[in-house]
Protein backbone atom coordinates (compact mmCIF):
# COMPACT_ATOMS: atom_id res chain seq x y z
CA UNK A 1 0.00 0.00 0.00
CA UNK A 2 1.49 3.46 -0.77
CA UNK A 3 1.22 5.76 2.52
CA UNK A 4 -0.17 9.37 1.78
CA UNK A 5 2.71 10.76 2.79
CA UNK A 6 5.06 8.93 1.11
CA UNK A 7 6.59 12.54 -1.16
CA UNK A 8 7.16 14.59 2.06
CA UNK A 9 10.59 15.41 2.29
CA UNK A 10 10.27 17.20 5.44
CA UNK A 11 13.62 18.02 7.34
CA UNK A 12 15.71 16.17 4.58
CA UNK A 13 19.06 18.65 4.36
CA UNK A 14 19.61 18.72 0.37
CA UNK A 15 22.53 20.34 -0.99
CA UNK A 16 22.11 21.51 -4.60
CA UNK A 17 25.24 22.54 -6.95
CA UNK A 18 24.63 25.13 -9.43
CA UNK A 19 21.40 25.93 -7.63
CA UNK A 20 21.26 29.88 -8.21
CA UNK A 21 19.67 30.02 -11.50
CA UNK A 22 17.98 27.57 -14.38
CA UNK A 23 17.72 23.71 -13.13
CA UNK A 24 19.03 23.61 -9.93
CA UNK A 25 16.70 26.64 -9.04
CA UNK A 26 13.86 25.27 -9.69
CA UNK A 27 15.01 21.76 -8.23
CA UNK A 28 15.42 24.22 -4.79
CA UNK A 29 12.28 25.92 -5.47
CA UNK A 30 10.35 22.43 -5.46
CA UNK A 31 12.17 20.44 -2.81
CA UNK A 32 11.89 23.58 -0.45
CA UNK A 33 7.93 23.53 -1.26
CA UNK A 34 7.93 19.96 -0.09
CA UNK A 35 9.87 20.39 3.59
CA UNK A 36 13.35 19.83 2.40
CA UNK A 37 16.29 22.46 3.45
CA UNK A 38 18.13 23.55 1.01
CA UNK A 39 21.76 24.49 0.81
CA UNK A 40 22.06 26.36 -2.96
CA UNK A 41 25.81 26.07 -3.38
CA UNK A 42 27.20 28.09 -6.27
CA UNK A 43 30.34 29.46 -7.37
CA UNK A 44 28.03 32.33 -8.04
CA UNK A 45 27.30 33.57 -4.60
CA UNK A 46 25.28 36.38 -5.50
CA UNK A 47 23.34 34.60 -7.19
CA UNK A 48 23.17 31.79 -4.33
CA UNK A 49 21.95 34.92 -2.47
CA UNK A 50 18.93 36.09 -4.06
CA UNK A 51 17.54 32.50 -4.86
CA UNK A 52 18.19 31.63 -0.96
CA UNK A 53 16.05 35.06 -0.30
CA UNK A 54 13.15 33.92 -3.09
CA UNK A 55 13.04 30.84 -1.27
CA UNK A 56 13.16 32.23 2.15
CA UNK A 57 10.35 35.05 0.92
CA UNK A 58 7.59 31.99 0.45
CA UNK A 59 7.95 30.75 3.94
CA UNK A 60 10.87 28.02 3.53
CA UNK A 61 14.42 27.06 4.71
CA UNK A 62 17.20 27.76 2.43
CA UNK A 63 20.85 28.74 3.02
CA UNK A 64 23.32 29.47 0.52
CA UNK A 65 26.99 28.75 0.56
CA UNK A 66 30.00 29.46 -2.42
CA UNK A 67 31.82 26.17 -4.15
CA UNK A 68 33.62 25.55 -6.76
CA UNK A 69 33.11 22.38 -7.85
CA UNK A 70 36.52 20.98 -8.88
CA UNK A 71 37.85 22.30 -5.88
CA UNK A 72 38.41 19.90 -3.68
CA UNK A 73 38.56 22.42 -0.51
CA UNK A 74 35.88 24.30 -1.50
CA UNK A 75 33.91 21.23 -1.93
CA UNK A 76 34.93 20.35 2.04
CA UNK A 77 33.89 23.91 3.17
CA UNK A 78 30.47 23.73 1.74
CA UNK A 79 30.44 20.12 3.35
CA UNK A 80 31.03 22.10 6.79
CA UNK A 81 28.97 25.02 6.23
CA UNK A 82 26.15 22.28 5.93
CA UNK A 83 27.20 19.99 8.88
CA UNK A 84 27.39 23.17 11.11
CA UNK A 85 24.22 24.57 9.90
CA UNK A 86 22.13 21.25 9.96
CA UNK A 87 24.39 18.21 11.60
CA UNK A 88 23.88 16.10 9.25
CA UNK A 89 23.21 15.84 4.99
CA UNK A 90 20.51 13.59 3.37
CA UNK A 91 20.82 14.34 -0.41
CA UNK A 92 23.05 15.82 -2.61
CA UNK A 93 21.82 16.95 -6.43
CA UNK A 94 24.62 16.89 -8.63
CA UNK A 95 23.59 19.92 -10.94
CA UNK A 96 26.42 22.50 -11.90
CA UNK A 97 27.96 22.17 -15.01
CA UNK A 98 29.06 23.91 -17.81
CA UNK A 99 28.42 23.32 -21.78
CA UNK A 100 29.50 24.28 -24.84
CA UNK A 101 28.98 24.37 -28.96
CA UNK A 102 32.61 23.36 -30.49
CA UNK A 103 33.11 21.72 -33.53
CA UNK A 104 35.17 18.23 -33.00
CA UNK A 105 38.00 19.89 -34.99
CA UNK A 106 38.24 22.93 -32.65
CA UNK A 107 38.53 22.27 -29.45
CA UNK A 108 41.52 23.04 -27.74
CA UNK A 109 42.80 21.08 -24.52
CA UNK A 110 42.14 23.60 -22.39
CA UNK A 111 38.37 23.55 -23.63
CA UNK A 112 38.52 19.95 -23.17
CA UNK A 113 40.10 19.51 -19.89
CA UNK A 114 37.32 22.46 -18.48
CA UNK A 115 34.69 20.86 -19.63
CA UNK A 116 35.25 17.22 -18.68
CA UNK A 117 36.71 18.77 -15.37
CA UNK A 118 33.45 20.29 -13.87
CA UNK A 119 30.63 18.38 -15.56
CA UNK A 120 32.40 14.66 -14.87
CA UNK A 121 35.13 15.52 -11.95
CA UNK A 122 33.19 17.70 -10.10
CA UNK A 123 30.03 15.22 -10.25
CA UNK A 124 32.62 12.84 -8.69
CA UNK A 125 34.37 15.27 -6.01
CA UNK A 126 31.05 16.55 -4.09
CA UNK A 127 30.01 12.46 -4.73
CA UNK A 128 32.94 11.79 -2.85
CA UNK A 129 32.79 14.46 -0.16
CA UNK A 130 29.32 13.52 0.82
CA UNK A 131 28.73 9.85 0.70
CA UNK A 132 31.06 9.83 3.42
CA UNK A 133 28.56 11.20 5.79
CA UNK A 134 25.49 9.65 4.79
CA UNK A 135 27.56 6.18 5.55
CA UNK A 136 27.65 7.44 8.88
CA UNK A 137 24.08 8.06 8.92
CA UNK A 138 23.74 4.57 6.92
CA UNK A 139 20.88 6.60 4.43
CA UNK A 140 21.25 9.04 1.57
CA UNK A 141 20.45 9.90 -1.85
CA UNK A 142 22.06 11.35 -4.52
CA UNK A 143 20.74 12.66 -8.11
CA UNK A 144 22.67 13.26 -10.44
CA UNK A 145 21.99 15.97 -13.89
CA UNK A 146 23.48 13.90 -16.88
CA UNK A 147 22.48 14.91 -20.25
CA UNK A 148 20.73 13.65 -23.32
CA UNK A 149 24.06 14.69 -25.56
CA UNK A 150 25.90 12.05 -22.96
CA UNK A 151 23.12 9.02 -24.47
CA UNK A 152 22.88 9.99 -28.41
CA UNK A 153 25.79 12.25 -28.97
CA UNK A 154 25.77 16.21 -28.51
CA UNK A 155 23.01 17.35 -30.97
CA UNK A 156 23.89 20.70 -30.41
CA UNK A 157 27.22 20.64 -27.70
CA UNK A 158 30.73 19.75 -28.14
CA UNK A 159 31.71 16.23 -28.14
CA UNK A 160 33.54 17.05 -24.83
CA UNK A 161 30.54 17.91 -23.41
CA UNK A 162 28.85 14.07 -24.41
CA UNK A 163 31.85 12.18 -23.06
CA UNK A 164 31.64 14.29 -19.85
CA UNK A 165 27.57 13.53 -19.30
CA UNK A 166 28.23 9.81 -20.79
CA UNK A 167 31.01 9.83 -17.84
CA UNK A 168 28.42 11.31 -15.34
CA UNK A 169 25.62 7.94 -16.02
CA UNK A 170 28.65 5.99 -15.55
CA UNK A 171 29.56 7.39 -12.33
CA UNK A 172 25.93 7.14 -11.03
CA UNK A 173 26.23 3.08 -11.52
CA UNK A 174 29.50 3.10 -9.47
CA UNK A 175 28.43 5.53 -6.77
CA UNK A 176 25.03 3.53 -7.02
CA UNK A 177 27.28 0.08 -6.76
CA UNK A 178 29.13 1.70 -4.03
CA UNK A 179 26.59 3.10 -1.88
CA UNK A 180 23.74 0.30 -1.63
CA UNK A 181 25.07 -1.57 1.00
CA UNK A 182 25.11 1.84 3.14
CA UNK A 183 21.15 2.20 2.72
CA UNK A 184 22.67 5.36 0.08
CA UNK A 185 20.59 5.07 -3.57
CA UNK A 186 22.24 6.80 -6.26
CA UNK A 187 20.78 7.74 -9.72
CA UNK A 188 20.64 10.25 -12.54
CA UNK A 189 18.26 12.91 -14.56
CA UNK A 190 18.68 12.91 -18.11
CA UNK A 191 17.16 16.30 -19.67
CA UNK A 192 16.59 16.69 -22.87
CA UNK A 193 16.17 20.34 -24.43
CA UNK A 194 15.00 22.65 -21.39
CA UNK A 195 14.44 26.50 -21.62
CA UNK A 196 17.47 27.83 -19.43
CA UNK A 197 20.05 30.80 -19.84
CA UNK A 198 22.39 27.23 -20.76
CA UNK A 199 20.36 26.96 -24.15
CA UNK A 200 19.44 30.47 -25.49
CA UNK A 201 19.57 31.05 -29.13
CA UNK A 202 19.93 26.43 -29.41
CA UNK A 203 16.52 25.71 -28.99
CA UNK A 204 14.65 23.86 -31.60
CA UNK A 205 10.95 23.00 -29.95
CA UNK A 206 8.99 21.49 -33.94
CA UNK A 207 12.48 18.53 -33.03
CA UNK A 208 10.37 17.40 -29.82
CA UNK A 209 7.56 14.84 -30.27
CA UNK A 210 6.08 16.53 -27.14
CA UNK A 211 5.96 20.03 -29.14
CA UNK A 212 7.56 22.10 -27.16
CA UNK A 213 10.73 22.49 -25.19
CA UNK A 214 11.41 21.45 -21.60
CA UNK A 215 11.18 23.20 -18.35
CA UNK A 216 13.54 23.64 -15.54
CA UNK A 217 10.35 21.89 -13.77
CA UNK A 218 9.90 19.21 -15.73
CA UNK A 219 13.57 18.12 -14.42
CA UNK A 220 12.84 19.35 -10.55
CA UNK A 221 9.87 16.73 -10.74
CA UNK A 222 12.09 14.08 -11.64
CA UNK A 223 14.49 14.96 -8.82
CA UNK A 224 12.20 15.43 -6.46
CA UNK A 225 10.41 11.84 -7.18
CA UNK A 226 14.14 10.05 -6.95
CA UNK A 227 14.46 12.17 -3.35
CA UNK A 228 10.89 11.10 -2.42
CA UNK A 229 10.35 7.37 -0.91
CA UNK A 230 8.78 6.38 -3.68
CA UNK A 231 11.98 5.43 -5.38
CA UNK A 232 13.34 3.76 -2.47
CA UNK A 233 13.99 0.63 -4.88
CA UNK A 234 15.44 2.16 -7.38
CA UNK A 235 19.63 2.96 -7.94
CA UNK A 236 21.34 3.08 -10.31
CA UNK A 237 19.06 4.38 -12.88
CA UNK A 238 18.81 6.71 -15.24
CA UNK A 239 15.71 8.90 -15.89
CA UNK A 240 14.91 10.41 -19.42
CA UNK A 241 13.11 13.63 -19.62
CA UNK A 242 13.33 14.78 -22.83
CA UNK A 243 9.96 14.77 -24.04
CA UNK A 244 10.53 11.86 -26.04
CA UNK A 245 13.51 13.12 -27.97
CA UNK A 246 15.08 10.03 -27.02
CA UNK A 247 12.90 7.93 -29.38
CA UNK A 248 13.11 10.16 -32.04
P1 LIG B 1 22.82 27.10 -16.16
O1 LIG B 1 21.57 27.91 -16.26
O2 LIG B 1 24.02 27.52 -16.94
O3 LIG B 1 23.22 26.98 -14.60
C1 LIG B 1 24.37 26.29 -14.21
C2 LIG B 1 24.76 26.76 -12.83
O4 LIG B 1 25.97 26.06 -12.42
C3 LIG B 1 25.13 28.26 -12.80
O5 LIG B 1 24.59 28.85 -11.65
C4 LIG B 1 26.64 28.24 -12.76
O6 LIG B 1 27.22 29.39 -12.17
C5 LIG B 1 26.89 27.01 -11.90
N1 LIG B 1 28.28 26.53 -12.04
C6 LIG B 1 29.03 26.45 -13.16
N2 LIG B 1 30.26 26.01 -12.86
C7 LIG B 1 30.29 25.78 -11.52
C8 LIG B 1 31.29 25.31 -10.62
N3 LIG B 1 32.54 25.02 -11.03
N4 LIG B 1 30.98 25.18 -9.32
C9 LIG B 1 29.74 25.50 -8.87
N5 LIG B 1 28.75 25.98 -9.68
C10 LIG B 1 29.03 26.11 -10.99
O7 LIG B 1 22.56 25.58 -16.56
P2 LIG B 1 21.21 24.70 -16.59
O8 LIG B 1 20.69 24.75 -17.97
O9 LIG B 1 20.34 25.04 -15.44
O10 LIG B 1 21.86 23.26 -16.39
C11 LIG B 1 21.92 22.60 -15.14
C12 LIG B 1 22.46 21.19 -15.36
O11 LIG B 1 21.63 20.50 -16.31
C13 LIG B 1 23.88 21.16 -15.96
O12 LIG B 1 24.59 20.08 -15.42
C14 LIG B 1 23.62 20.91 -17.44
O13 LIG B 1 24.71 20.33 -18.09
C15 LIG B 1 22.41 19.99 -17.36
N6 LIG B 1 21.61 19.96 -18.59
C16 LIG B 1 20.98 21.07 -19.04
C17 LIG B 1 20.22 20.97 -20.21
C18 LIG B 1 19.48 22.15 -20.76
O14 LIG B 1 18.84 21.99 -21.83
N7 LIG B 1 19.47 23.30 -20.12
C19 LIG B 1 20.11 19.76 -20.90
C20 LIG B 1 20.78 18.65 -20.41
C21 LIG B 1 21.53 18.75 -19.24
P3 LIG B 1 27.45 30.73 -13.08
O15 LIG B 1 26.19 31.50 -12.96
O16 LIG B 1 28.64 31.41 -12.45
O17 LIG B 1 27.73 30.27 -14.47
Request: contains cysteine; proline residues 2%.
Amino acid sequence: MIEVNKMDLSNRVTIITGASRGIGAAIAQLLARHGAFIVIADINLIGAGKMEQKITNEGYIAVCTEVDIVNEASINKMVNFTLEKYGKIDFLVNNAGVNNNTDINEIKIEEWNKIININLRGTHLCSKAIIKEMIKNKFGKIVNIASLAGQIGGLKVGPDYTAAKAGVIGLTKSYARYGAKYGINVNAVSPGFIETDMTKGRDDPKSVPIGRLGTPEDIARAVYFLLSPLSDYITGATIDVNGGLLMR
